[in-house]
C-alpha cells in the first residue's frame, strides 16, 4: 500500500521562506516522478514543481528561480524549498508521486499541508 506523508508547512511573511516534505512508503515497488502541485483558494489544482528519480525537474513559471524541488531517492523523500514567498503563493500543496508496481505507474497524491503568506 502505498502511503505519501507531507509536513512542513505553515505561515510565513512575503519574501520569508518555507520547507515542504514529503516521504513516500511504497512497500517493494519503485517511485518514479515526485512532485508538488498546489491548490490556491478557490481555484483549480497546478503543478509546482516536479522532479525525476534522476534529478531532473520543471516548474511552474510562477515559482522559478524562488523555489527548488529536490530528493532523496534512498528515503522515497521529496523537498520543496520555497524562498521568496508572495501572498499568492497561498495554497494548499499536495504531494504527488508516481509509483512503478512492475506492471503500471500509478499516480498517488497525499492529503496535502497549508501554506499561508501573508504580513
Known amino acids: 500500500q502505498v502511503r505519501l506523508e507531507e509536513s512542513g508547512g505553515g505561515s510565513a511573511q512575503p519574501g520569508g521562506s518555507l520547507r515542504l516534505s514529503c516521504a513516500a512508503s511504497?512497500?517493494?515497488?519503485?517511485?518514479?516522478?515526485m512532485g508538488w502541485y498546489r491548490e490556491p483558494p478557490g481555484k483549480s489544482r497546478e503543478l509546482v514543481a516536479v522532479i525525476s528519480a534522476g534529478g531532473g525537474a520543471r516548474y511552474a513559471d510562477s515559482v522559478r528561480g524562488r523555489f527548488t524541488i529536490s530528493r532523496d531517492n534512498a528515503k522515497n523523500t521529496a523537498y520543496l524549498q520555497m524562498d521568496s514567498l508572495k501572498p499568492d503563493d497561498t495554497a494548499s500543496y499536495l504531494c504527488m508521486a508516481k509509483v512503478f508496481d512492475r506492471v503500471v505507474i500509478t499516480a498517488h497524491w497525499g492529503r496535502g499541508t497549508q501554506v499561508f503568506v501573508s504580513s
Open positions: 511504497v512497500g517493494v515497488f519503485e517511485v518514479t516522478d
